[in-house]
């Protein structure tokens, strides 16, 4: 599948917190969560180098629709729920068009 749409968020969590952050979003692979999705092509969680606090989310979706409507289902709404309470700050969100890349792992 090709990823014709893409999300990236950076997260900031609250002093100490990156563990459990991390820990957290990694859920949303599990069976019946958005990452686990048959229109989720890239998932990747990633720390900063220089603060363990810091996480990078990137995802890639076959479409913005497609991304949307799975991120309105009870599973995406009860990781987003419980993220929101181990940041120490708003997400920094931005959409982009995947052009070209690799993903594997």
Known sequence: ????????ATLTAAPGMGDRLVDL???????G???????CVVYLVS??????????VTEGWTSEEDHHRTFAGEAAQA??????GLLAKEPENTDYVPVCGKAAF
């Open 25 to 31: 979003l990694s859920t949303g692979l599990d069976e």
């Open 47 to 56: 720390r900063s180098a220089s603060d363990p606090d810091v996480v990078h």
């Open 79 to 84: 990781i987003v729920a419980r993220i929101g």
């Open 1 to 8: 599948m090709i990823a014709n749409y893409g999300f990236n």
């Open 33 to 39: 969560s958005p990452g686990a999705s048959e229109h």
